[in-house]
């Protein structure tokens, strides 16, 4: 029998804890673990232009047949004009988009299609990154390695080891960059240090893959996508993986896509029909209807703008509340690093790379149920006033401040 000595494997480090979570009977408990954004009462909102595109496409809608592989085309033109905001880019022929189940599986195409056309090339990560990224990219049957990004004394990022490093990459190899939001860190390069960071990977000839999870939650639509925009002034070619689970609140719905940028418009000719035929041996074609939603909101004025506002609040709260966690720390005397809680508020996104020891998270969710990822990251859209005391008593009493 096939299955008779098939090992249990382990649970997922992040997702994982989600079980773990669900399971405690603690009524408590606090999941500050995964990547979901929470409103001021502990709940994952529907956006109110989420809603409003639903209703127009219940009355519009005529068809549930199938969509392109590469997705729709109003779809495909919105994430790019979203992303580039660069009409010349988009009608030069060089950039081509397919629509892709999340961000997730804009990766793992894009991993597949690398593995396809670039034979065994190594695919460099941050360290530390995603939890999610090695596997993914292993999976498609690529090398990972990785190149120093943060500096865990100072909490920040560590440029200089990061540019000495992306200057001893092999040309030709791929260098995994988060747009903006670093995960599981929080912490982003400057303007200035894109620029840097475009002309390195310019020089040594390296092939980006930006992976772009959070536009709109660390300074707005537009600051957040510099660095995507930097990188294609300076690079002849260029992969993006981009998601709307967070600033559509589309998490369910999968709704993501993959974007090239190559050096002519024959090779980007070539690669979208290799990217097509990628995805045909995978999931075929794209599921609609978040696509749909997006397309409609970003075709509509009223709508659009409406959708920034609500991007705008749900950032907003985010900054609120690290400003909330690190008050509260400061008030119990605890400092999760030697220069006080300052960093939690210069760390953009979601996140928080706390500092929390592997220890101290075992602890915070045997004694108390609030659930953290062993890294000691931090999910502070998780957090609200009514939960922040408890979470940082159990922090105090933990790290024995």
């Known amino acids: 029998m096939i299955f008779d000595n098939v090992q249990t494997a382990p649970p997922d480090a992040i997702l994982g804890l989600t079980e773990a979570f669900n399971a405690d009977t603690n009524p408590a408990k606090v999941n500050l673990s ?64 397919a629509h892709t189940p999340g961000g997730t599986g804009a990766l793992r195409v894009a991993g597949d299609l690398l593995s396809r056309i670039h034979g065994q090339v190594t695919i460099h990560v941050s360290d530390p990154t995603w939890a999610n990224h090695d596997a993914v990219f292993r999976a498609a049957g690529l090398t990972t390695a990785t190149y120093p990004y943060y500096n865990a004394a100072a909490f920040g990022l560590d440029f200089d080891a990061m540019i000495a490093a992306l200057e001893k990459i092999p040309a030709g190899d791929v260098v995994v960059l988060h747009a903006c939001c670093h995960n599981p860190t929080g912490a982003d390069p400057t303007p200035e240090q894109w ?5 390195t990977v310019a020089e040594r000839q390296l092939v980006p893959l930006v992976d772009f999870a959070y536009q709109g939650f ?26 709307f689970s967070k600033n559509f609140g589309l998490y369910n719905e999968r709704t993501g896509a993959l974007s090239i940028v190559a050096a002519t418009p024959a090779a980007a000719d070539a690669v ?19 696509g749909s939603i997006v397309t409609t909101i970003l075709g509509d004025d009223g709508l659009r703008r409406q959708w920034e506002q609500e991007v705008a609040a749900m950032r907003d709260r985010i900054n609120g509340i690290r400003q909330t966690f690190a008050r509260a720390l400061d008030e119990r ?42 890294s000691g990251r931090i999910n502070v859209a998780g957090m609200n006033e009514q939960n922040v005391p408890v979470i940082c008593d159990a922090i105090r009493k933990v790290t024995g401040s």
Request: net charge negative.
């Open 195 to 199: 620029e840097q960071i475009a002309r």
């Open 272 to 290: 979208f029909s290799q990217l097509k035929t990628v995805i045909r041996a995978n999931y075929s074609n794209p599921p609609a209807h978040g």
């Open 34 to 97: 995964v990547g979901v954004y929470q409103d001021a009462e502990g709940k994952t909102p529907i956006l109110e232009t989420v809603r409003e595109a639903e209703k127009h496409l219940l009355q519009s809608e005529s068809s549930k047949s199938y969509r392109p592989i590469p997705g729709d085309a109003a779809y495909t033109r919105a994430v790019q004009e979203l992303i580039f905001d660069d009409p010349s880019l988009a009608d030069s022929g060089r950039l081509v988009t």
């Open 218 to 243: 660390a300074e707005g639509l537009e600051p957040d996508a510099l660095g995507v925009r930097t990188l294609a002034r300076h690079v002849p070619e260029m992969l993006v993986a981009s998601s």
């Open 333 to 374: 005397g605890v400092n999760l690093s030697p220069k006080g809680n300052d960093f939690i508020t210069r760390q953009n996104g979601m996140f928080s790379f706390s500092g929390l020891s592997r220890d101290q998270v075992e602890r915070l969710r045997r004694e108390d149920s609030i659930y953290i990822v062993g």
